[in-house]
């Protein structure tokens, strides 16, 4: 029995199908709306505003490569999230941020001054904490994974996030921002927004490289007619020709004789007869 198809906003569904055939207005709708809850996301889990930036473009860059192979029994919103966690997590394991999971390491925080009123108090303690309660407290709390969900992406056991929880908590409800605030930790739990976006340009590096990709398709596709309408026979010739005049260039100037060498491709007609 096939998977059954997931019931998702109209707009969002044409959006997405309107992408699937390259459309690139259609595709930046979807940044528009989503660029937001992606960042904040990003943002969170690697403590880095820049890595943050770099991530959520490189994350875009992905979903136009990849949003062909999105199933019909997964919203975009889901799909994109997971993309997202996915490679916000390698990005911390390359880091050696995960690499041993069971020792808390030190606090981070990199928001630069000219940002941070971007960021509420609450956010930035969060940003603050040390890589394994920062991520797990993210992913349980914020993004509301279970202790089993967050112990699978996390390749931990449940002992740990719970633990990394609790370690997380405290640190929140100790630090200077808590202490100096008159709302309870739950009051700052519910005023957490889910989009924060980013405060520098990133559709533009991000409409460049869906464009650069869009022309070597167009570049493959008129490859393989070429390919089709020169024959079988043919194709060996063409890509000689191709890697000639690539290394080469066109080798068609006089001997010292003033006769003419021929093209490269002259050449190799020989060994077909």
Do not use: C
């Not at 992606?38 to 473009?57: C, G, H, M, S, V």
């Amino acid at each position: 029995m096939g998977a059954k198809l997931v019931q998702e906003n109209k707009l969002i569904r044409s959006l997405v199908e309107s992408t699937k055939q390259g459309s690139n207005a259609s595709f930046k709708q979807l940044y528009q709306m989503n660029v937001g809850r992606i960042f904040a996301l990003n943002l969170r889990l690697l403590a880095d505003y820049k890595l943050a930036e770099d991530l959520t473009k490189e994350v875009f860059i992905t979903t136009w490569e990849r949003i062909s192979q999105m199933r019909d029994d997964i919203t975009f919103a889901a799909w994109l999230k997971g993309l997202t966690i996915s490679s916000a997590l390698d990005k911390v394991r390359k880091n050696d941020g995960l690499k041993n999971l069971e020792t808390s390491g030190k606090k981070h925080d990199k928001i630069p001054r000219r940002f941070e009123s971007t960021v509420s108090l609450f956010d930035r303690d969060i940003i603050s904490l040390p890589n394994r309660e920062r991520i797990v407290f993210t992913l349980h709390e914020i993004e509301k994974y279970s202790d089993e969900e967050t112990a699978d992406l996390l390749l931990a056991n449940t002992e740990i996030i719970t633990e990394s929880l609790t370690l997380a908590r405290q640190l929140l409800e100790s630090s200077t921002n808590n202490v100096i605030s008159n709302k309870t930790f739950q009051e700052k739990m519910d005023a957490i927004v889910l989009e924060i976006n980013p405060q520098n340009d990133l559709w533009s590096g991000i409409f460049n490289e869906v464009n650069k990709m869009k022309m070597k398709t167009q570049e493959e596709i008129k490859d393989t007619e070429t390919f089709q309408e020169e024959g079988e026979d043919s194709k060996s010739e063409v890509i000689l020709n191709k890697k000639s005049k690539h290394y080469f260039g066109e080798i068609d100037e006089k001997k010292s004789d003033g006769s003419k060498k021929g093209k490269l491709s002259d050449y190799f007609k020989r060994f077909k007869k």
